[in-house]
């Protein structure tokens, strides 16, 4: 926690190293100059490894033509990141949509604290991938967090948050674009309460304290066999702008970008997975509980739809067909030695 107090520069700011590289970065950069509060400094991705984020967006541009310094990096920690940022001399440092730890060497630099945000309702779903999580949960409130950040993982004292509620059919674009509406309104508003001198927080609860887990592309495979609502719910939580839920039909990976409750249990009768019907804006699955999902977009976006009773899997064919032969032949070499431990 920063115990610093700096006196603003002559446009009533203090000198701001903004760091950050994904679409919510540059909402809030944008805002800050919009507010006459332009960063010294921009620490952001080089374009070349923007695969590291789907969400990614290209600060470059819009802090040169604000006359701020970029400083290109794909370590926060790296000794020529922290020299950058020493040489830029800011009062302040704020970090919004970064995915690694800054360590107290980076932390230490600005004199009024090293200021982060977060798009959850801390000290509750601290960690990484929160927006997927949040809705994965069945959240029915969430919020965005800014807070200073210390040696542990979004856990220091929180200096601005704005809660609200989640839609029942909310999904990562709609909520991932809430908090960046939060955080076109409330950027510029805490760096003016810290230019006032109210840099303080007030201290999590740790006895509240939730953590989310490193999501990657491959958990957003489409278990056929759960109910229906929990189906939905992937979908509507690892979309856009994450890559998406997916399933295979074949050796065809089809990623589902939208779909809607269909059939209640008992309307159609088969596997979980397979393709019922087609209707006028896609194609129905059943579902593990005997319920039918209606897909209405998709990619490959085509228009080519799986064959009617076809079974879509969580791997291809090819992958499928190797699961199950690794399957078989670890069965077929550890039922003896289970046998054993059983036995003792």
């Known amino acids: 926690m920063p115990t610093t107090l700096l006196k603003p520069n002559s446009a009533g700011c203090p000198r701001i190293a903004f760091v950050g590289a994904v679409e919510g970065s540059l909402t809030a950069f944008n805002a800050l100059v919009a507010a006459g509060m332009a960063p010294v400094l921009l620490v952001t991705l080089p374009p070349e490894v923007s695969h590291r984020h789907s969400d990614f967006a290209d600060l470059g541009l819009p802090a040169r033509a604000a006359g701020t ?5 794909t370590d926060i920690n790296a000794p020529a990141t922290i020299a950058a940022l020493a040489e830029a001399a800011p009062d302040l440092t704020l970090v919004v949509g970064w995915s690694q730890i800054c360590r107290r060497a980076f932390r230490s630099v600005a004199p009024l604290g090293t200021l982060g945000f977060h798009p959850a309702p801390l000290p509750r779903y601290r960690g990484r991938a929160v927006i997927p999580w949040t809705i994965l949960s069945g959240e029915a409130t969430t ?23 989640i839609d029942p059919d909310e999904t990562a674009r709609s909520l991932y674009d809430r908090h960046v509406m939060a955080l076109a309104e409330m950027t510029p508003r805490v760096v003016a309460r810290i230019a006032a001198g109210n840099a303080g927080g007030t201290p999590q609860d740790e006895a509240r304290a939730s953590y989310c887990a490193k999501r990657t592309m491959e958990d957003g495979v489409i278990d056929w066999g759960e109910p229906a609502d929990a189906i939905l719910r992937l979908v509507r939580a690892v979309g856009d702008p994450y890559p998406g839920a997916f399933t295979f039909a074949g050796d065809t990976r089809i990623v589902v970008e939208a779909a809607r409750s269909h059939r209640p249990k008992g309307r159609h009768i088969g596997f979980a997975g397979q393709v019922q019907t087609y209707t006028s804006t896609g194609f129905t699955v059943l579902c593990g509980d005997g319920e039918t999902v209606e897909i209405t977009r998709w990619q490959p976006s085509d228009g080519r739809r799986p064959r009617i009773h076809a079974r ?23 039922t003896p030695s289970a046998t054993l431990v059983a036995g003792r």
């Open 69 to 73: 310094a970029v400083h290109l990096t």
């Open 312 to 334: 879509l899997n969580c791997a291809s064919s090819g992958e499928d067909s190797m699961r199950r032969s690794s399957v078989y032949q670890r069965t077929k070499c550890s």
């Open 143 to 165: 919020g965005s967090t800014f807070f200073w950040l210390d040696d542990g993982v979004d856990s220091g004292p929180i200096v601005m948050q704005q809660l609200f509620p």
